[in-house]
């Protein structure tokens, strides 16, 4: 049973518009979203960052948004850049026990940036 | 500074045989973490290393897998008697407790 579910495994953006990314959870134990960005034959690079009592949180281009009474986020990129094209993928963070803060991420959506 | 480092980056090996995948993590993290994303699939966590306590090993998805952590440092996440459905790409993360967790390039197993 997918916890982290990112339903879109791929989006296409013209360069200069808007590419919005979305993920859904069912953990209600979740307090802590982030998004990570993939690029081929790379490990996955931290983008952005929200914890469960803030709806919004905003870094240049990056913007998350968190619902949590509908258990969705979304990741904003404005304006989209032939550079963003990657795999994003959507991670909650909870608590586990002996200071483990494991992740669990969902499938990825592949963002391609037309120019 | 460098980053979390694995190896091999690429391993091919046949199935039955066991392997030994290393990472490097960054110099200071107290924390180590496996993960595993199969085509198609998302991360998968695997195996978390704290310090000196007990590892979570929650994630280990058979008695094949395990993995050490020698002298807080580098880890060895070893599959004991491989099978097709191991082949993956497998990565390690690192960070200071409740910081973000940096990634390494990652493995890619396959097991033929």
Redesign the interface.
């Known amino acids: 049973d ?1 916890q ?1 579910k ?1 339903n879109s495994p791929s989006l296409s953006v013209q360069e200069g518009r808007i590419s919005i990314l979305n993920c859904d959870y069912t953990n209600s134990m979740f307090d802590y979203f ?1 998004w ?1 960005k993939k690029y081929p ?6 983008l952005i ?1 929200i914890s469960s009592i803030k709806d919004k949180n905003e870094d240049g281009r990056f913007t998350v948004f968190l619902n949590k009474s509908a258990k969705h986020l979304s990741l904003h990129i404005v304006p989209s850049q032939p550079g963003d094209s990657a795999v994003y ?1 959507c ?1 909650a963070s909870s608590y ?13 959506t592949k963002l391609s940036v037309i120019p | 500074g460098a980053g979390v480092s694995q190896s091999p980056s690429n391993k091919v090996t046949e199935k039955g045989k066991d392997v030994e995948l290393r990472c490097d993590p960054i110099s200071g993290h107290t924390a180590l973490y496996w993960y595993r994303q199969s085509l198609g699939q998302g991360l998968e966590f695997l195996i978390y290393f704290q310090g000196n306590s007990a590892p979570d090993k929650s994630g280990l998805p058979s008695d094949r897998f395990s993995a050490e952590r020698t002298g807080g440092s580098v880890s060895t996440l070893t599959i004991q008697r491989t099978q097709q459905e191991d082949s993956a790409v497998y990565l390690c993360a690192s960070n200071r407790l409740m910081d973000t967790q940096y990634f390494g390039p990652g493995t890619r197993l396959t097991v033929l």
């Open positions: 997918q982290v990112q982030l990570y034959a790379e490990g996955p690079t931290f960052s993928f991670a586990s026990g002996a200071g483990s803060y494991q992740l669990t991420f969902g499938k990825g």
